[in-house]
């Protein structure tokens, strides 16, 4: 199989043995910028998906390089907890001059974490999920980058690990802003009193889970990060068909991170 192009927003669809046709693409109401899910970037997308003519890998090593930007600190080595953060952990690694490390191997034979049935086993769990290659940073002030913090219950006992395993120090780094708010476009968001970021807690985050330090990446950050190439290649067409600089309205939904929703909820 190749890689065709993205199927549109209200776009139809007939593909035939022949060929792909359009069959009706249904308008959205003038003046309205599509709102794409911002966290399809963040999370959810495989890496090698492409979302508006960009790779999901090429924004989450964006989102990295823009939190070393943000949040860089003193220390020896940055890495991640395996894998889905590695692109924005070799982005922060490579805008900081650091070296990226790996401190964790996943053990292939544990079972998933989130389906035990109490918390005290789901980080039980999570400690046996992992390998510790504690010659790697025995002695070291270490940054781990990682993708999103929802409850703040998977980082704790990691943290703990490593710093049992011999981490000097261990500094937390969020390659995307807190969620704080439901989605109600379809994805199943924990409730707001579950989120870390509406809890107490957060207020002192860090000592909370355990880390030095805890810093995410900002909102504004985190769309520049996606929005950055979308710009770019709307420039380049604008100026291969000799028109003015006119950038079209780029919308994603950031709802969970900002209570905005795209559209008038109705109760």
């Known amino acids: 199989s190749r890689y065709y192009r993205e199927v549109l927003p209200g776009e139809i669809v007939k593909i035939s043995r022949y060929d792909v046709q359009t069959l009706d693409v249904v308008p959205r109401p003038e003046g309205d910028p599509s709102a794409f899910c ?36 003193e220390a020896d080595l940055v890495s991640t907890v395996p894998e889905s953060a590695t692109p924005a952990a070799l982005g922060y690694a490579q805008k900081c001059g650091l070296p990226y490390v790996e401190v964790l191997c996943k053990n292939r034979y544990v079972g998933r974490t989130f389906i035990q049935p109490n918390m005290r086993l789901r980080q039980l769990g999570v400690a046996k999920k992992f390998g510790v290659l504690s010659d790697n940073f025995k002695g070291k002030r270490v940054v781990i980058i990682d993708d999103s913090i929802v409850r703040g219950n998977t980082i704790s006992p990691i943290i703990k690990l490593l710093r049992e395993s011999g981490a000097k120090e261990v500094h937390i780094r969020v390659a995307s802003p807190p969620i704080r708010f439901p989605c109600y476009m379809g994805i199943n968001i924990p409730t707001k009193e579950e989120l870390i970021a509406n809890r107490p807690e957060f207020h002192d985050l860090a000592n909370y889970i355990g880390a030095d330090s805890v810093v995410y990446l900002s909102v504004e950050g985190l769309v520049s990060s996606v929005q950055e190439s979308i710009k770019a290649r709307q420039e380049n067409e604008n100026s291969l068909k000799n028109q003015k600089s006119r950038v079209g309205k780029i919308g994603h939904c950031t709802a969970c991170l900002t209570g905005e929703y795209p559209v008038e909820l109705e109760w």
Request: charged residues 20%.
């Open 38 to 73: 911002i966290f399809e970037y963040v999370y959810f997308a495989r890496p090698d998906s492409i979302f508006e003519g960009q790779m999901v890998y090429s924004v989450r090593r964006r989102c990295g390089q823009q939190l070393a930007i943000e949040a860089p600190v």
